[in-house]
C-alpha cells in the first residue's frame, strides 16, 4: 500500500494521508541551522548540536508517537483543527504534506477553510521560517482564531529531560509586541537567546505552558485554543512555551498570509543587555526584518530551490527506470547532504543526545556528498584527521560542536584508521586538490603534535600492521565496522555498553573483514603514493598487502566462503563448523571487493554462497543462521532476538559491498537484483510492510528470521546512503572520478538498452549516453568523446565546457 508518491519535476515527495505507518520526517537546514519536521510537523531546531543547542522540546517514545512539534491552531467556529493534522487530529477534508529538498509544505483544508503552510530554513539563517496562507473558499466571511504553538527546550536536551529540580525553576522569557522571547539561563553563561516571532499584530499570547494548555489536556486540546482566548500569560519556571493568538477575518475568496519566524541569535557578552534585565533585541529584530513580507520569503525559498538544483545537476542520471531516476537524480543524493550535516545525531531514531560524528562514519558519508560540496568535503575530512592519535588509532567520535574527540567512548574500533584512506582519495580523486596532503593536522586534537594529512594515511595503514595477530590477521579490538561483533567484551553485567566494555584484552581476536578492507585501502593507498611520487612507500606497502592477501587464502578461507573472524579463544566465527552464525557478509563483501583469489575461484565461490545463504526478498541478511543465543564471547550480536539488526537483520549498508563484489566479477543482473531490492523508490507499494520512508534508505530491514521479514528501521542516518550512491554511480552505471581522467566502466542488467548520465567532473560536464545493443552485463566496445574515438575507457580531464560522450557496451 501506498501513503503517497513522488513528484519529480518538484523533486518532492507527496505524503496524501497523515496517518502514515510511522512519521515520514524531512529535515530543514543546510549549515549550521536544523530542524527535523514530520509530516505531521512533529520534531524539533537545533543550532549546530542537537544535544547542546535545542531550542525546542520534543519527546522521543511518545504516545501517541510524534507529539510535540511547531504546530498551529485553527479555530473556525466549534472546529478546532491544525493544518498539520496533529496534534488535534481532526479530520481534514484534504491534506498534503509535500516533503522537498530542505522544506516541508503542507495544504490541507476544513469547512471551506484552507491553508497552505511552508516550512524551511532560509540560507545562511538562523531560523525556521513558516510561511502560512489561509484562504476562504466559502462564500461567506469567516472569523478565524489562530493560535501558534512552540514549546521551548533549555537547550542541553539531556539536561532538559532529566534536571527537573532544576529547570522547572530556571525558565525566562520576554515579550515585545508580537515577538516572544526565549532568555533561560542568559543572565548567566549563555550569549544565546531564541524567539517566536509573526509578521502582523497580535491579539494575545502565552508563554507558560500551563496557562495554554491547561494542567489536565494534551496537545490536542489546549485550554486557550477551547477559551478561544490567549491568557497573555508569562512564564516564570516551570515550561516556557511560545504561542501567538490572531484573530483573523477573511471575507468570502479572501487570502491572508503570516510570516513566523523560529529564530536563534548569538550576542557578545558586552551587547548582551538593552538594559538590565532586557535582552539586546537588535539582531532579533534584523532576522525578523528579513521576512517580514511575503516576497521575501518566497524570494528566499527561490535561492534555496536554485541551490538544491545546482548542486544536483552534478549527477543526473535518465534510464528506463523511473525509479531509479528519482533515486540517483534526486534522494539518494539529498539524504548523502543530510547524513554529512547529521552524521548519526539527530533522527527520529538517534535522539540528538547520545551520539557524536563516527570517525567510520563520517569518513564514508564523503564518498556520497564529495561531488557536490568538496570544499565541505575538505573541511570535515581535517576535522576527522584531527582526532586520530599518533599510532594511527583513533577516537571512535567526536562532537561537532567542539570538534573534540569523545573521551567517554575512547577508541581500539581497529576499522577507523582505514576509512580516513577511503575519504582521502575519494576526495582527491573528484577534484585533483592533492594539497590536502601537505595540510598540518593535529593528532589527538593537539597543534603541538601535527604533522601532514598524508603522514595521517600512513599512520593509519601502519596502524593495522602494528596490530595483526596469530594468524596475520588485523586484530580487531573492540569491534570492526560490525560494532556488535565484541570479541574481548565478555560482557555479564547489563549496564554495561557492549562498545565501551573490554573485560579481555587479548591479541588473539582477529577481523577477516579489517583483512579485506585492509587490501582494497591498501591498493588505494599505494596507488595515491604512487601519483605523489612516493616510490618506496609503495612498494614497501605493496609487501604488507600481498602478505595479507596470502593470510586471508591461508587461514581465512573456509571451503565455500570467507570467514568472519578468529575469537579470542582462536577459534573460527563465521565457519561451516559452528551452529550459529555460519556465514557474515562483511567478509565476502570485502574480500570479493579486494578480489582475493579471483583466480583460483574463490570470490565467485564466496559470492555464491552468499546468494545461497544470506539473499532474501528484501535484501542480503548480515549473518545465517540467526544467532538464538547469547554468546558472551560474541558480545552485541547474540542479544537480538534473530532477524533484527546487526543478528541477521538486512544491514542495507553492506549490501553495496556484495554488490560491487558482484560487478567486479561482472554480474550485472545479479547487482541489480540485489540493489533494486533495498532501494526504497521500489519499495513504495509495500509501505505499509517496509513502514519508513519511500524516498531515503533505512539502516535495517528486519531480515528472514524476524517476526516481520521487510520491515524497516532506523530511517535517514546511515551509511547505507553514500555506499548507495557509491555503487550505484561508480560501479553499475560505471562512472568513476579517478586521478586522471572519469574512468567508464559500467556494469548492467543485461535488458538495459541505454541510459544516459550528467557528470559535473574538475570544471567540465560531461553528458554521457551508453548504449547496450547486444544486451550484456559489462564489456566496453567503444567510446567516442566530442565525436572522436577515445583510446582506452578514461575521459580526460578537461576543465570546462559541456562535452559528449558516446559509450557502446559490446
Ligand atoms: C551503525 C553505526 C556504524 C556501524 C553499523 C554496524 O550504523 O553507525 O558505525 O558500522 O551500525 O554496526
Ligand atoms: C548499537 C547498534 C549499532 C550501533 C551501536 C553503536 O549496537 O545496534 O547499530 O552501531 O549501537 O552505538
Same mark, same amino acid.
Given at each position: 500500500m501506498k501513503y503517497g508518491f513522488f513528484d519529480d519535476a518538484n523533486k518532492e515527495y507527496v505524503i496524501t494521508s497523515p496517518k502514515t505507518p510511522f512519521p515520514w520526517i524531512n529535515y530543514l537546514g543546510n549549515k549550521d541551522f536544523f530542524g527535523l519536521i514530520s509530516n505531521t510537523a512533529g520534531g524539533y531546531t537545533f543550532y549546530k548540536d542537537a544535544k547542546f543547542r535545542r531550542l525546542t522540546r520534543y519527546r522521543y517514545n511518545n504516545v501517541p508517537v510524534d507529539m510535540g512539534g511547531r504546530y498551529y491552531y485553527l479555530k473556525d467556529e466549534d472546529c478546532t483543527w491544525n493544518p498539520t493534522f496533529k496534534p488535534c487530529q481532526t479530520e481534514l477534508d484534504s491534506y498534503e504534506c509535500r516533503h522537498g529538498l530542505s522544506y516541508s509544505r503542507f495544504l490541507s483544508s476544513k469547512n471551506g477553510l484552507s491553508s497552505n503552510l511552508l516550512c524551511f530554513i532560509p540560507l545562511d539563517y538562523m531560523g525556521e521560517v513558516h510561511l502560512l496562507k489561509l484562504k476562504n473558499e466559502s462564500n461567506q466571511t469567516k472569523k478565524v482564531k489562530l493560535f501558534s504553538f512552540a514549546e521551548w527546550c533549555l537547550w542541553n536536551a539531556e539536561d532538559d529531560m532529566t534536571n527537573f529540580q532544576r529547570n522547572l525553576s530556571t525558565g525566562e522569557v520576554e515579550v515585545e509586541g508580537s515577538a516572544l522571547y526565549h532568555k533561560t539561563e542568559y543572565k548567566e553563561r549563555r550569549n544565546h537567546y531564541a524567539f517566536f516571532s509573526v509578521n502582523t499584530k497580535i491579539n494575545g499570547f502565552d508563554t507558560d505552558r500551563e496557562s495554554f494548555i491547561g494542567m489536565h489536556n494534551g496537545f490536542d486540546k489546549p485550554q486557550a485554543v477551547e477559551n478561544g482566548k490567549a491568557t497573555d500569560s508569562i512564564a516564570h519556571g516551570w515550561s516556557p512555551i511560545a504561542s501567538h493568538y490572531i484573530e483573523v477575518e477573511l471575507k468570502a475568496g479572501e487570502e491572508k498570509e503570516f510570516v513566523f519566524v523560529l529564530g536563534y541569535v548569538e550576542n557578545k557578552d558586552e551587547e548582551k543587555w538593552a538594559s538590565k534585565g532586557i535582552i539586546n533585541k537588535t539582531k532579533a529584530k534584523a532576522m525578523m526584518a528579513q521576512f517580514d513580507t511575503t516576497q521575501k520569503v518566497e524570494a528566499a525559498f527561490a535561492n534555496l530551490q536554485n541551490y538544491w538544483s545546482n548542486l544536483l545537476d552534478k549527477f543526473q542520471l535518465d534510464s528506463q527506470e523511473s525509479e531509479l531516476n528519482r533515486m540517483v537524480s534526486i534522494w539518494n543524493q539529498y539524504q548523502c547532504m543530510v547524513t554529512f550535516n547529521m552524521s548519526r545525531s539527530a533522527s527520529f531514531f538517534e535522539s540528538g543526545i547520545g551520539r557524536g560524528m563516527g570517525f567510520r562514519d563520517s569518513n564514508q558519508d564523503i564518498i556520497g556528498f564529495v561531488h557536490q560540496i568538496p570544499e565541505q568535503a575538505r573541511e570535515r575530512i581535517l576535522d576527522i584527521a584531527a582526532t586520530q592519535f599518533e599510532d594511527g588509532g583513533c577516537y571512535h567520535q567526536y562532537q561537532p560542536l567542539t570538534k573534540m574527540g569523545n573521551h567517554a567512548l575512547g577508541?581500539?574500533? %581497529?576499522?577507523?584508521?582505514l576509512w580516513l584512506i577511503l575519504s582521502v582519495s575519494s576526495y582527491i580523486k573528484e577534484t585533483g586538490d592533492f594539497a590536502i596532503l601537505d595540510e598540518m593536522v593535529p593528532f589527538d586534537n593537539d597543534e603541538s603534535k601535527a604533522q601532514s594529512l598524508f603522514t595521517h594515511l600512513k599512520v593509519s595503514f601502519s596502524h593495522v600492521i602494528n596490530n595483526l595477530g596469530p594468524h596475520q590477521l588485523p586484530l580487531i579490538g573492540r569491534a570492526d565496522w560490525n560494532d556488535c561483533l565484541n570479541l574481548n567484551c565478555f560482557s555479564t553485567n547489563p549496564n554495561e555498553s557492549f562498545q565501551t566494555t573490554g573485560n579481555k584484552k587479548g591479541r588473539t581476536a582477529e577481523s577477516i573483514m579489517i583483512a579485506g578492507l585492509f587490501v582494497v585501502y591498501g591498493k588505494e593507498f599505494i596507488k595515491l603514493c604512487k601519483q605523489i611520487g612516493k616510490r618506496e612507500e609503495a612498494q614497501e606497502a605493496s609487501l604488507h598487502v600481498k602478505a595479507m592477501e596470502k593470510s586471508v587464502k591461508e587461514h581465512a578461507w573456509d571451503g565455500e566462503w570467507f570467514l568472519r573472524a578468529y575469537d579470542y579463544y582462536g577459534k573460527k566465527v563465521g565457519s561451516n563448523e559452528n551452529k550459529e552464525g555460519k556465514i557474515f557478509i562483511e567478509s565476502q563483501g570485502w574480500c570479493t571487493m579486494a578480489e582475493i583469489g579471483k583466480e583460483e575461484g574463490l570470490m565467485k565461490k564466496s559470492l555464491d554462497s552468499v546468494k545461497e545463504r544470506l539473499d532474501t526478498p528484501y535484501g542480503i541478511v548480515l549473518n545465517n543462521p540467526a544467532f538464538t543465543e547469547y554468546k558472551i564471547e560474541y558480545?552485541?550480536?547474540?542479544?537480538?532476538?534473530?532477524?533484527y539488526k546487526e543478528n541477521a537483520?538486512? *544491514?542495507?549498508? %553492506?549490501n553495496p559491498w556484495v554488490i560491487i563484489g558482484e560487478t567486479l566479477l561482472g554480474r550485472g543482473d545479479q547487482a541489480w537484483d540485489y540493489f533494486r531490492k533495498i532501494c526504497p523508490s521500489y519499495l513504495e507499494e509495500i509501505s505499509d510492510l517496509h513502514k519508513v520512508e519511500p524516498y531515503v534508505y533505512c539502516q535495517m530491514v528486519a531480515g528472514?528470521?524476524? *517476526?516481520?521479514?521487510?520491515e524497516g528501521k532506523n530511517?535517514?542516518?546511515?551509511?547505507t546512503a553514500s555506499w548507495n550512491f557509491y555503487t550505484i554511480s561508480q560501479?553499475?552505471?560505471?562512472?568513476q572520478p579517478d586521478y586522471d581522467g572519469l574512468k567508464i566502466d559500467p556494469c548492467i542488467p543485461s535488458d538495459w538498452k541505454e541510459y544516459s548520465v550528467r557528470r559535473q567532473f574538475r570544471g567540465a560536464m560531461y553528458e554521457i549516453k551508453v548504449l547496450n545493443p547486444s544486451g550484456i552485463n559489462k564489456g566496453i566496445k567503444s567510446i567516442e568523446l566530442d565525436g572522436k574515438a577515445l583510446n582506452g575507457n578514461i575521459l580526460p580531464i578537461l576543465t570546462s565546457g559541456t562535452h559528449q560522450v558516446k559509450v557502446i557496451l559490446g
Open positions: 577508541g581500539d574500533f %581497529n576499522d577507523d584508521p558480545g552485541e550480536i547474540s542479544t537480538y532476538p534473530a532477524g537483520g538486512i *544491514f542495507c549498508h %553492506n528472514k528470521d524476524a *517476526f516481520k521479514p521487510g530511517s535517514w542516518l546511515t551509511g560501479y553499475i552505471l560505471g562512472i
